[in-house]
């Protein structure tokens, strides 16, 4: 099989070949079909996520989509070609916040798929089988936005208690999470403007996903809809700087919520307990999505409630040069490495 290996955390994945990896107990060998390519997985590449010199070398991806070929001891043989989608944390299913279904709060996680164990960037890898989400008849290129594009904007707006007529910004809307979040906020019923700083991002966002948007290279002249009067009850920071952080709190109304994701060090911002108080704001952190879901994406994209916006289909050859789409920020939604199609 070939995959893509990282022998030093940080450097470029190289092509090789490499033996087809055997499921253990517990676990099931997939098939990878396809694997989205965002930042995340540039932050994991880059050792951000956690760099072990005993987890080289690997195989990065955490957003693999593929069909389950064997299963290991203690596995349903049933699972047996199943296409599923992979889930990102490695929970341990047995904590008390494992058992009451919040996976992503797992206290005995023990760490990433594509990080510290092999993901999506190969033909075959092994993963545990509750690490396994089936997604039924899905395209499997399509689905890479399941795993993490759209779960994650799902967790969001569950956070953020998004309802009809909610007020809802999304900052870099131009991004993989963000083309699928303003989605994802107009399913719950928000009323979505997506700012980005890219005109063809905030033109595609218009013509094709039907969301206002707005330039926000200043956030001192962003422009809102008229009757939000300056007001906003959710603002989704994507871009995680001190200067959109300082704009969102000053943006929101009464009882607003601000719900950030990123996790850049050395980022601050100055919170007032009074302004707090006052406006009963509420700052929220938002932590990758449940099992739960990240199979509620599936069905999202399914039926066409939300739709899979991918900027770049390649094959491994090329996706180091959609990984410089993305540190450029040039790429539309996610990309797509795609090792096989069906049929």
């Known amino acids: 099989m070939r995959a893509l290996r990282i022998d030093t955390w940080g450097d470029r994945p190289v092509l090789r070949e490499q033996s087809t990896p055997e499921p253990r107990p517990g676990e099931v060998l997939v098939a ?6 965002g ?26 989509i593929g069909t389950v070929l064997a299963v290991g001891v203690g596995v349903p043989a049933e699972r047996i070609g199943e296409r599923v989608a992979a889930y990102f944390y490695l929970f341990c299913g047995r904590c008390p916040a494992c058992l009451a279904g919040l ?11 594509g990080v510290d164990r092999d993901g999506g960037y190969g033909e075959m890898t092994t993963l545990p089988a509750r690490n396994t989400i089936p997604i039924g008849g899905l395209d499997p290129v399509s689905a890479t936005v399941v795993p993490d594009a759209v779960a994650t904007p799902v967790h969001v707006a569950r956070r953020a208690g998004i309802a009809p007529d ?10 993989g999470v963000g083309m699928h ?15 980005d700083i890219d005109a063809a991002k905030l033109a595609y966002l218009a013509d094709e996903l039907g969301i206002e948007g707005t330039d ?3 956030f001192q002249s962003v422009a809102l809809p008229a009757h939000w009067r300056g007001s906003i009850d959710v603002v989704v920071d994507l ?11 000053r943006t929101l109304g009464i009882g607003g919520r601000l719900v950030t994701l990123t996790t850049f060090p050395g980022v601050e911002t100055a919170v007032s307990p009074r302004e707090m108080v006052f406006r009963e704001l509420s700052l929220l952190g938002s932590r990758y999505a449940t099992r739960e879901e990240v199979g509620l994406a599936a069905t999202l994209v399914s039926t ?12 491994p050859e090329e996706v180091l040069s959609v990984h410089e789409d993305l540190r450029a920020g040039r790429l539309l939604g996610r990309g797509a490495l795609v090792w096989q199609r069906p049929g």
């Not at 951000?48 to 690997?58: D, I, K, Q, V």
């Not at 909610?166 to 991004?175: C, E, M, S, Y």
């Not at 871009?239 to 709190?249: I, N, R």
């Open 239 to 249: 871009l995680g700087t001190a200067v959109s952080l300082d704009w969102s709190l």
């Open 304 to 315: 066409g409630r939300v739709r899979p916006v991918i900027g770049r289909q390649v094959g």
């Open 181 to 195: 979040m303003v989605q994802v906020a107009r399913v719950y019923g928000g009323e979505v403007v997506g700012l």
């Open 166 to 175: 909610t007020r809802v910004a999304v900052i870099a809307a131009g991004g």
């Open 39 to 64: 930042l995340t997985v540039l932050n994991c590449i880059d050792g951000h996520l956690g760099a072990e010199p005993g987890n080289l070398p690997r195989t990065p991806g955490h957003e693999l």
């Open 216 to 218: 926000s290279s200043d």
């Open 103 to 113: 996976e992503d709060r797992c206290t005995r996680n023990a760490g990433f798929v």
């Open 32 to 37: 990878v079909e396809a694997c989205g390519v």
